[in-house]
């Protein structure tokens, strides 16, 4: 199992770098069907991954000056608050919801990049 559990992590830490925090999007799925993992464990197990996978890319951005220090300040603002509601909505959200909120999230992105 630890070299399954590497593997995903190798994966989703390359789309994670790839496309900034884009890995989270790989990895929950793929934590519920190689790790066998159910689906609000794995969502709050990505969300552990994904923040010091996003840090080390922050540095990688950083060190190249293409981070707009106040975007993304302004962001972090808003998104300490907004991922202290999440994690409380999550941990109220029946596995079935979960699993069709995430599905349209992931339609809406893949519309929104097939339509540019």
């Not at 790790?35 to 969300?47: F, Y």
């Amino acid at each position: 199992m630890k070299k399954i559990q590497w593997a995903v992590g190798l994966v989703c830490g390359f789309l994670n770098g790839l496309f900034g925090s884009g890995g989270g999007t790989a990895l929950v799925p793929a934590m519920e069907k190689f790790l066998k993992l159910e689906e609000h464990r794995a969502h709050a197990t990505a969300l552990s991954v994904i923040v010091p996978m996003s840090v080390l890319s922050l540095g990688i951005y950083l060190m190249k000056a293409s981070v707009p220090l106040d975007t993304a300040l302004c962001a972090i603002a808003g998104g300490i608050p907004g991922g202290i509601v999440g994690a409380k909505v999550l941990a109220r959200t029946k596995g079935r919801l979960l699993h069709l909120i995430f599905g349209l999230m992931m339609l809406l992105a893949a519309g929104r990049m097939w339509l540019r």
